[in-house]
C-alpha cells in the first residue's frame, strides 16, 4: 500500500507494516506500534505510548469493521520526529468511504466514539488520499511527556 508523500525531516524515523484486516491484525498493530516506539526511545507505560496505541488500536478497529475490502490487508505507517517530539500514524485501507465523527452517541452504545477519542487526544486526525483505492486516515500526536515540577 503507498501512502500520500509527507516530508520527513533528518530526525524522523519511519516503520510501515501491513496487516491481515481482522481483529488479530488490529491487536498486532497495536502491540506492534508500542514496540516500535520503545525502540524510539517512548517507553511502554508512558503516556505517550499509551496514547499512540489508543488512536493505533482506534483507526486499526476502523479500518477491520469499516475498511475493510476482501481479501485486502491494512497498512500501518508511523512516523517519529525526535526535533518535535510528533508520531504520525496513519492507517490506510482500500475501502473508499470515508470516516465520519458521530457528534451524538447514546450513553449506553458500544461503538461510535472511536474517532471522538482521536479527536480528544491527538493535535489533529483527518482523510487523505492515496494511490490505488481507499483512503489513509491520519492522526497526529505530541509525545513529549510533561515535565514534572520541581522542588518548592
Known sequence: MTFPLKQ?????????????AT???AR??????????????????????ETVALVVGELAANAVLHG???DTDFALRLAYDRATGVVRVEVADAHPARPVCAPTTTGDAEN???????????????????SGPGKVVFAEMDTREEE???PG
Open 8 to 20: 520527513v525531516g533528518s530526525t524522523a524515523s519511519v516503520f510501515t507494516q501491513c496487516f491481515a
Open 23 to 25: 481483529g488479530s491484525g
Open 28 to 49: 498486532q498493530a497495536r502491540r506492534l506500534a508500542t514496540y516500535q516506539l520503545a525502540t524510539w526511545g517512548i517507553p511502554y507505560g508512558s503516556n505517550a505510548s
Open 68 to 70: 475493510r475490502v476482501p
Open 112 to 130: 461510535g466514539r472511536g474517532l471522538l477519542l482521536i479527536s480528544s487526544v491527538a493535535a489533529c486526525w483527518g482523510v487523505a488520499e492515496r
Open 148 to 150: 514534572a515540577p520541581g
